[in-house]
T-cell receptor, first 114, second 116 residues
Framework: AQSVTQLGSHVSVSEGALVLLRCNYS??????LFWYVQYPNQGLQLLLK??????LVKGINGFEAEFKKSETSFHLTKPSAHMSDAAEYFC????????????FGKGTRLSVIA | GAVVSQHPSWVICKSGTSVKIECRSL??????MFWYRQFPKQSLMLMAT?????????EQGVEKDKFLINHASLTLSTLTVTSAHPEDSSFYIC????????????FGPGTRLTVL
C-alpha cells in the first residue's frame, strides 16, 4: 500500500521568503511522486514529478523538490515566495509514472503575506 | 498541454434527483479516466477508474449503483450521481490518462455538487 503524509495543513510565509512544504511517503515499491497545486474552485495542476531519474526535480513557477529515499521524503521548495503562489498544494504517490491512480496527501494551504 | 474539461462546473439539485457530470479530454484520447471526490478542506479520494468500453472499477466503499460511470468513447466519461442526498455534496474531479505524454494524468477543473 502507498500513502503520503503532508506535515502542516497550513503554512504561512512572507513574500520573498523561502517556501518549504513537507511530504513524506510510504511505498512498498519504488515510488513515483508528484506535487500538484490547486487554486480555489479549480482542478489540479502538475508542478513537478519524480520518476526515478534525477533526485532533484525542477518544476514550473520556480518550484523544485528533492527525493530522499533514506528519509522517504519529497519536500517542495521555492527560494522566494510570490503572492500568486498562495494556493493548496498536494503531494501524491503512485506505482508508476501516471497510469495508475494517485494517492494524495491531505494538502497544505500556502498563504503568502505581503 | 493536454486539456480536460468538465461540465457542469457547478450544479445545485434537490435531494432524490440524479445529476450527470461529464469529463472530456479535448485534444487527446484517453482510454483511462479516474474520478475523484474532494470534501471541503480535504484531499482527493479516488472513487473509481473508468476504462473505455468496459465496466468501471470502484474503490472500496464507493457504491457502484449510486455513482454510475460510463466511458463510452475515448474522449468522454460520465459520472451520474443517482438519488443524490446532501451527504453527496462535494467537489468531483476527473483526470484523463494521456498515453502520449508519458502516461501523465491531466485533471479537469472539477464540478461542485450541492444537494439541497
Amino acid at each position: 500500500a502507498q500513502s503520503v503524509t503532508q506535515l502542516g495543513s497550513h503554512v504561512s510565509v512572507s513574500e520573498g521568503a523561502l517556501v518549504l512544504l513537507r511530504c513524506n511517503y510510504s511505498s512498498s515499491v519504488p515510488p513515483y511522486l508528484f506535487w500538484y497545486v490547486q487554486y480555489p474552485n479549480q482542478g489540479l495542476q502538475l508542478l513537478l514529478k519524480y520518476t526515478s531519474a534525477a533526485t532533484l526535480v525542477k518544476g514550473i513557477n520556480g518550484f523544485e523538490a528533492e527525493f530522499k529515499k533514506s528519509e522517504t521524503s519529497f519536500h517542495l521548495t521555492k527560494p522566494s515566495a510570490h503572492m500568486s503562489d498562495a494556493a493548496e498544494y498536494f503531494c501524491a504517490v503512485s506505482r508508476n509514472s501516471g497510469n495508475t491512480p494517485l494517492v494524495f496527501g491531505k494538502g497544505t494551504r500556502l498563504s503568502v503575506i505581503a | 498541454g493536454a486539456v480536460v474539461s468538465q461540465h457542469p462546473s457547478w450544479v445545485i439539485c434537490k435531494s432524490g434527483t440524479s445529476v450527470k457530470i461529464e469529463c472530456r479530454s479535448l485534444d487527446f484520447q484517453a482510454t483511462t479516466m479516474f474520478w475523484y471526490r474532494q470534501f471541503p478542506k480535504q484531499s482527493l479520494m479516488l472513487m473509481a477508474t473508468s476504462n473505455e468500453g468496459s465496466k468501471a472499477t470502484y474503490e472500496q466503499g464507493v457504491e457502484k449503483d449510486k455513482f454510475l460511470i460510463n466511458h463510452a468513447s475515448l474522449t468522454l466519461s460520465t459520472l451520474t450521481v443517482t438519488s443524490a442526498h446532501p451527504e453527496d455534496s462535494s467537489f468531483y474531479i476527473c483526470s484523463a490518462l494521456s498515453g502520449i505524454a508519458g502516461n501523465e494524468q491531466f485533471f479537469g477543473p472539477g464540478t461542485r455538487l450541492t444537494v439541497l
